[in-house]
């Protein structure tokens, strides 16, 4: 099967302008996660989709960044205006429904803020 | 907030040697997922525990779960540089699909 798989691979900005990410599920995960990874610490989650509907975002800081799951398969994560401290590595999962279900990450996007 | 500790933080072992990294959660959980990070790559799923008490093997790695279901630990029997990596305990509180990360042991192997 096709993983997870994100774009761009690498993006570079300064400081005040935007960016969005892109992820494409496995076929058939209903859930999709983006998370947020800092440098030599575990990944962070952000927001939570169940199909369309987001369910947990609760960790996502809203003033700047906002998320959507069309027709509940592909998603954009987007951080306007980024800031110095947004530089991490986000990455996209999905997983079937369920806590049991185990999460398939994509490559993720570095982000550098300069 | 539920807080997942690793410990080590960081190992470094000749080849052959074992390895072990601990994980503590702040809360109960209902279940815990392993995952191993390679270095510039992203975390994959290794192992999950459901059960209090719970032991699994994959090969040389051997898994448990606590009593308490609030730790576990992850042992490599004889590293290879093949596990070069970060390993990452996960966990789940009730049955909400909200995976907390722990803060992870990089493991550095040598020959």
């Known amino acids: 099967e096709a993983g997870v798989v994100q774009s761009p691979r690498y993006k570079i900005i300064e400081k005040k302008q935007p960016v969005a990410f892109w992820c494409n599920p496995i076929?058939?995960?209903?859930?999709l996660y983006w998370y947020r990874q800092n440098l030599g610490q575990g990944p962070e989650l952000l927001i939570r989709?169940?199909?369309?509907?987001?369910?947990?975002d609760s960790q996502l800081p809203k003033d700047r960044f906002s998320a959507e799951r069309l027709k509940g398969v592909d998603s954009t994560l987007k951080i306007q205006p980024a800031e110095l401290g947004d530089s991490a590595v986000y990455l996209c999962?999905?997983?079937?429904?369920?806590?049991?279900?185990?999460?398939?990450f994509g490559n993720g996007t570095r982000l550098t803020v300069t | 907030g539920q807080q997942v500790m690793q410990i080590p933080q960081y190992q470094h072992v000749q080849e052959g040697e074992d390895f072990t990294t601990y994980c503590n959660s702040s809360?109960?959980?209902?279940?815990i997922q392993w995952y191993k990070q390679r270095p510039g790559g992203h975390p994959v799923f290794l192992i999950q525990?459901?059960?209090?008490?719970e032991v699994k093997k994959q090969k040389r790695l051997t898994f448990q779960f606590g009593e308490a279901k609030k730790n576990s630990s992850l042992h490599i029997t004889a590293t290879q540089t093949t596990d070069v990596g970060t390993y990452f305990c996960?966990?789940?509180?009730?049955?909400?699909?909200?995976?907390?990360f722990g803060t992870g042991t990089r493991l550095q192997v040598t020959l």
């Open positions: 525990l459901v059960k209090s008490g």
């Open positions: 809360t109960t959980l209902s279940n």
């Open positions: 999962a999905s997983s079937l429904a369920g806590y049991l279900s185990p999460l398939h």
């Open positions: 996960a966990g789940n509180t009730g049955t909400a699909s909200k995976l907390t």
């Open positions: 989709y169940e199909n369309e509907e987001a369910v947990d």
């Open positions: 076929s058939g995960h209903n859930t």
